[in-house]
């Protein structure tokens, strides 16, 4: 079956960096388009940043473009976010998601086909 699992996920001082990993199996993952979205109590899944099947296109939110890096890894069906200059506004569960296309204009979550169960990142002021 589908599986995305995160990981990687901890607690970080304000300006540190961090990096969280997206191991998938169960389905074509060099065909579908990868995310990373975050999310915290009380309020709405929010996109982070997504990458095209090929790594060649990528996308980002303006609250993390420019410190955000998104990546994969299509023989090790891996997906990656680096994130540097962590800001405490930056704390959230973060979760991977897999789509069929990918879009730099379009991010609403309910487009992603499948979700992992999130790992948590904490960023200390």
């Known amino acids: 079956q589908v599986q995305l699992v995160e990981s990687g996920g901890g607690l970080v001082q304000a300006g540190g960096s961090l990096s969280v990993s997206c191991a998938a199996s169960?389905?074509?993952?060099?065909?579908?388009?990868m995310g990373w979205f975050r999310q915290v109590p009380g309020k709405a899944r929010e996109f982070v940043a997504e990458?095209?099947?090929?790594?060649?296109?990528?996308s980002y939110a303006h609250s993390v473009e420019g410190r955000f890096t998104i990546s994969r890894d299509n023989a090790k069906k891996m997906v990656y976010l680096q994130m540097n200059s962590l800001k405490p506004e930056d704390t959230a569960v973060y979760y991977c998601g897999a789509r069929s296309y990918f879009s730099d204009t379009n991010h609403e979550s309910g487009t992603y086909n499948y979700w992992g169960q999130g790992t948590q990142v904490t960023v200390s002021s």
């Open positions: 990458i095209s099947w090929s790594g060649g296109a990528t």
């Open positions: 169960g389905f074509t993952f060099s065909r579908y388009a």
